[in-house]
């Protein structure tokens, strides 16, 4: 009896353990997707781009942010690509955005707008806690109307749901 109660308890560990994996990253919203070029950057690359420019926050922070289903919360990957941000903007003070929130084609017109707002409001939020002053930053919801790919499977309505720094003016 002691026995079993021990290998029950190694499966309750067990199971929090791959729990924990998966919200660090492994959830369908935060998954590397293949041929996803938008966020893809990593912070200090060199490249053929005008500082200050969307070009460069791409190639040096990434511009996109994925969320799981239904949801505005952010992840561990998609936290790290707006702290590579904060520090983008760090560097580039006269640098304006606008975050752009979107969602994929499932629910209504109305509400894939407000959960495309929410996505927004959650990456400016953030970024503000990071110390971008709130009036660099705006905020628009797109819902499903601007789908970076087309499609109706799981693959295209992972890269739709996602919110986009867009970067709109440098001094």
Not at 147 to 153: E, I, K, L, M, R
Request: aromatic share 6%; charged share 25%.
């Amino acid at each position: 009896m002691r026995l079993l109660a021990v290998l029950a308890c190694l499966a309750l560990v067990t199971a929090c353990a791959r729990t924990e994996q998966g919200d660090a990253g492994a959830a369908a919203g935060d998954r590397p997707v293949a041929g996803a070029a938008a966020g893809a950057g990593a912070a200090g690359t060199a490249g053929d781009y005008a500082p200050g420019s969307q070009a460069a926050l791409e190639a040096e922070a990434g511009d996109t942010v994925y969320f799981a289903f239904d949801s505005a919360v952010l992840r561990e990957p998609s936290r790290r690509v707006l702290r590579q941000q904060a520090a983008w903007l760090e560097r580039n003070p006269d640098a304006t955005i606008t975050i752009e929130g979107h969602a994929d084609e499932r629910g209504t017109r109305e509400y894939n707008l407000a959960l495309g707002a929410r996505r927004a409001d959650a990456v400016r939020s953030y970024l503000v806690g990071l110390g971008v002053a709130p009036a660099r930053l705006d905020t628009i919801s797109y819902g499903e109307e601007r789908p970076a790919v087309a499609g109706s499977d799981e693959e295209a309505w992972a890269r739709n749901r996602r919110a986009v720094t867009r970067i709109e003016a440098t001094s």
